[in-house]
């Protein structure tokens, strides 16, 4: 890499990582405002609210265009399925941005907004969250078949829960704004400071979400715990263990009732200020998860020599953290205004698809760069075990892939011997390709096939 080269990307490196922590800051304030509004009567929907909504959702259309543009994915690595992934990320992308400039709009003229737009933008980002991260999920299990791995079974079940925290967020949202919410919501029709008594059907969806949304984080917690167990040998076992331990307990505190029975006298004295400390400070355990999901694929990007893994793992990081942080519709059930929390929730999608194009764009680039391989299996260093493994696996996938190609063509020749013996020297010319060593096994299988089954048909 050029010195020119190297500027250029440690700018862009820079630039996305500043804008990511603006995202991060632009979400937290849009979703603390619904969530604190509860304690203090609501929301005004005054000029300012209106004019502070403008500016998350100006960060919101400013911030994507960043990150797409950050993540574009070299042509030799795109394939039908990410072709469309990418197309359709950016269309939906520029949809939603329509969306929240129509509710602005309405704001400014008629002083309401549909209530159908808060359905709509949860329904486009948690399909496109499922859709990506059911991909991911296909993939990890199809990797898990050909090479028995606990990293690859344990970020499979991670991603598969995921997406079905999605399908429970559709539904949680969906029941919760056609029963009891207002066709237009304006001022006077604000939910926030509303809560009412939750009928049988409500709790079994609110349970049903609790329930997956525990799954889902401990399941990606226990994955990142994977992913850096190489740690625990660095800084001692209970060092380790106490770190990656404190954003778990710190999820799992706000779903017992311990600590407010701890802090009564002060909820007693002034009820207000606790009930927004209090939010204030659980509001941040799925951002703090998300930090540590992050950081894993970050730390893994550091050992590695190769720019283009380096970025696609970043990208991974970067997704995980905008995820957990962005996942929060359920501000959007108190039906504000102005509807603060539509355009964190315009963050879903666009996270499930760099988690996606992070993860398989590096097993692609691994599979394809023998030198790559080679460094991967001359080091000891665990924390790349996740990457030598879906790199190779996705390498023997297309080895038997391009193999079923071959043998097709081969069954359907004549018995041709110049035909035969071209297909095979091709064989032969795609297997110098291939980092032999790594991949013996399968292809003493592939040529063992190629060249027998042939003769004995013929024999027959």
């Given amino acids: 890499m050029s010195h020119q080269e190297a500027i250029s990307t440690n700018f862009r490196t820079k630039t996305i990582f500043l804008t990511v922590c603006i995202i991060i800051a632009s979400i937290l304030i849009d979703t603390s405002i619904v969530k604190t509004s509860v ?218 009732t311990i600590l407010i029975f701890l802090f009564t006298p002060i909820r007693l004295t002034d009820p207000i200020l606790f009930g927004i400390t209090y939010t204030l400070v659980f509001s941040a355990s799925k951002p703090i998860g998300g930090i540590l999901f992050g950081i894993s694929f970050w730390i893994v990007s550091r050992g590695l020599n190769n720019r283009e893994v380096k970025k696609y793992m970043i990208i991974s990081g970067y997704g995980l953290l905008l995820l957990f942080t962005a996942a929060q519709h359920q501000v959007l059930l108190l039906n504000p205004y102005p509807p603060f929390g539509l355009p964190t929730i315009c963050y879903v999608g666009l996270a499930s698809y760099l988690i996606l194009v992070g993860i398989y764009s590096s097993a692609l680039s691994v599979a394809r760069d023998s030198a790559l391989r080679k460094e991967f299996y001359n080091t000891a260093r665990s924390q790349l075990d996740l990457l030598k493994t879906i790199g190779v696996t996705e390498m023997e996938k297309q080895l038997i892939k391009t193999y079923k190609s071959v043998n097709k063509r081969t069954r359907s020749l004549d018995d041709n011997r110049f035909e035969k013996d071209d297909m095979r020297e091709a064989l032969h010319g795609m297997v110098d390709e291939m980092d032999k060593e790594q991949v013996r096994e399968i292809l003493h299988d592939v040529l063992t096939e190629l060249y027998t089954k042939p003769r004995s048909k013929s024999q027959s």
Avoid at 174 to 198: E, F, M, Q, R
């Fill in 39 to 256: 304690y203090v009567g609501g929301l005004q929907g005054s000029t300012a609210d209106v004019l502070l909504f403008t500016t998350i959702t100006l960060i919101y259309a400013i911030g994507q265009y960043v990150i797409l543009k950050f993540t574009i994915v070299k042509e030799h690595f795109r394939t039908r399925g990410m072709i469309i992934a990418s197309k359709s990320v950016i269309i939906l992308q520029y949809v939603l941005i329509a969306i929240l400039l129509v509710t602005i709009a309405q704001m400014i003229l008629t002083s309401s907004y549909s209530s159908i737009i808060l359905k709509i933008v949860t329904w486009i980002n948690y399909s496109m969250s499922i859709i990506f991260l059911g991909m991911l999920a296909k993939k990890f299990f199809s990797w898990y078949s050909i090479r028995r791995s606990a990293i690859l079974i344990t970020y499979a079940i991670a991603m598969l829960f995921l997406c079905m925290y999605g399908i429970v967020s559709i539904i949680d949202m969906s029941y919760g704004l056609t029963h009891g919410s207002p066709t237009n919501v304006g001022v006077t029709k604000s939910g926030v400071a509303l809560i009412d008594a939750p009928s049988y059907i409500s709790s079994m969806v609110n349970s049903a979400y609790f329930i997956i949304s525990l799954l889902a984080f401990i399941s990606t917690w226990f994955a990142t715990v994977l992913l850096l167990k190489h740690y625990s040998n660095k800084i001692g076992k209970v060092k380790y263990w106490i770190l990656v331990s404190i954003p778990l307990a710190y999820f799992l505190t706000q779903f017992q």
